[in-house]
């Protein structure tokens, strides 16, 4: 129960410190706001510019979490497609480990030539977001129970029923686990690819926004939008934390809590 | 409700399987079996006794069908027999329930269970749990699902790889002597692989010693003290002059298996 407690508080206290030190450091130094704003100007900001940031905000968490959908459904069926053929996973993974390896950055200027800008954008949140899902899942389709497959071969399951009540309910814990890390990296892909598109001048999402506010020195919608697009990152790993501990509190180690 | 095969509980009158010359060599040089002859009465408990190593699982997954002899032959007299298989250990889905578990068998056969998971989880005391997950239970009650599941179909055949051999002390008792009476219940016939020579002969009509590497019949030992057998035989001298013949065959076979 204490612990608890310090793990909430802690974390706040520290927050409260480092707010109250910048503040002191912008006053003290009397730092310009087109260097470094204070933070009750970008709480300001945050709300004079409320109606445009939380557009950008929707834009970026829809293609945030159409890359997600996408690299979760992508990532699992190719997990299951490598675990059924092997010859599959022998003629892909590799590429899709040279998919995963080769910087995202650097993946999409070129993406933006070849397609219009909101598909661009998906492909880079689904390229960087679909490795760790194939890569978990993967891991979890092979590590399924020996004594268990040979169980429900005694009793003359079909493929289909192994893989279905067997392998995938195994699977789902590093599965979640997938799920949980291609969150967080669906919304880092999305906001690559509106920086790399922010020079091309066309979009609408907070990643354009900081890159368009930074172009005209409004460093405090800067702030405003980086804090936003954090706070996006955090609730999207809340989130995928919570749906991971309903799914595995009845049976996982992982989501028991260990008493006294 | 199913119909009993019929039964008079004599050996030697109708084989339900018999090995002849059966041969296992793994692709990693290690010869398990060599030249194992077995014939298994209908309705006989039977076990398989020998140092770990000495192929006696082996023989078991081959009798399954989970694993085919690279010489020799399994035959089945009357026809191939449904089996009933419990692992060493208890094997059970974690993410499922214990009526689900008990019921694979069913749902995997894509029937009904018709109430014979409730009867099956009466059969070994578990009637109140069926809702219960298997890391919520106790490492002698998850045995006793996996062997409700193994008997929930009522499977002419009962194979057990050394089932007990991880409980303690007072929880085998226990489950011997409720094996014990579900086997005089329902009258099947069991194969019992076990490394315990006070657990062969408390359990076995007739015990099988077996050679350590490569695995055969050492010997064949009948134990024919009267079921039902409980704590009084367990105490008695008889039990203990049976146990002394089957240690000094086994110490005998382990001695030939060196020597070879």
């Known amino acids: ?260 | 409700m199913s119909a009993l095969p019929p039964n008079d509980n004599s050996p030697g009158n109708s084989p339900i399987v018999t090995l002849r010359g059966v041969e296992k060599n793994f692709s990693n040089g290690i010869r398990a079996l060599d030249g194992l002859d077995l014939d298994v009465q209908t309705g006989e408990f039977v076990s398989l006794l020998g140092p770990s190593g000495c192929g006696k699982s082996t023989a078991l997954r081959i009798i399954a069908g989970l694993s085919g002899p690279s010489a020799g032959i399994v035959e089945w007299p009357s026809g191939a027999a449904q089996i009933g298989f419990v692992f060493q250990e208890p094997t059970l889905m974690p993410w499922a329930d214990v009526s689900a578990n008990v019921g694979l068998p069913f749902r995997l056969a894509g029937k009904d269970d018709g109430g014979e998971v409730v009867q099956a989880l009466e059969r070994v005391g578990l009637a109140g749990f069926s809702r219960s997950y298997p890391r919520e239970l106790s490492g002698g009650m998850k045995m006793r699902v996996s062997i409700a599941r193994a008997l929930v179909t009522r499977p002419p055949l009962l194979l057990m790889d050394e089932p007990f051999a991880a409980l303690d002390e007072i929880t085998r008792f226990k489950l011997n002597n409720d094996l014990l009476a579900v086997w005089q219940d329902l009258r099947r016939t069991v194969i019992f692989v076990t490394h315990s020579v006070f657990e062969s002969v408390y359990l076995s009509q007739r015990i099988v010693v077996m050679t350590p590497r490569p695995g055969r019949v050492f010997t064949e030992i009948v134990i024919d003290a009267p079921y039902p057998r409980d704590e009084r035989f367990r105490t008695s001298s008889e039990y203990a002059a049976f146990c002394r013949q089957v240690a000094e065959a086994l110490a005998q076979a382990m001695a030939s298996g060196a020597a070879a």
């Open chain 1, 1 to 260: 129960m204490n612990q608890r407690i310090l793990r909430i508080c802690l974390p706040v206290f520290v927050l409260g410190v480092v707010i109250f030190l910048w503040d002191l450091v912008v006053r003290g130094f009397a730092i310009p706001p087109f260097v470094l704003p204070g933070p009750g100007l970008v709480l300001a900001t945050l709300i004079s510019d409320a109606g445009l940031l939380w557009h950008s905000l929707l834009v970026t968490l829809t293609l945030t979490f159409e890359g997600f959908a996408l690299a979760a459904v992508g990532g699992i069926a190719l997990a299951v497609a490598f675990n059924q053929w092997r010859l599959a996973e022998y003629a892909l993974y590799p590429y899709a480990v040279i998919l995963q390896v080769t910087p995202i950055v650097a993946i999409a200027p070129l993406l933006l030539i070849y397609l219009p800008q909101p598909l661009a954008v998906l492909a880079c949140a689904w390229i960087v977001a679909f490795f760790p899902v194939l890569a978990n899942t993967t891991l979890g389709l092979n590590s399924v129970d020996h004594n268990l497959v040979a169980l429900f071969e005694l009793y003359k399951a079909s493929r289909w029923q192994i893989l279905w009540n067997l392998k995938l309910p195994s699977a789902l814990p590093q599965m979640l686990t997938g799920l949980r890390i291609a969150g967080g990296l669906s919304l880092i892909g999305a906001v690559v690819a509106e920086i790399a598109a922010g020079s091309a001048g066309a979009g609408s999402g907070l990643a354009y926004r900081i890159a368009e506010s930074g172009y005209r020195l409004n460093i405090p919608r800067m702030f405003a939008a980086l804090l936003l697009l954090s706070l996006a990152g955090v609730a999207i790993f809340f989130a995928l934390s919570a749906i991971s501990y309903l799914a595995l509190r009845r049976w996982h180690e992982s989501a028991i809590d260990r008493e006294g």
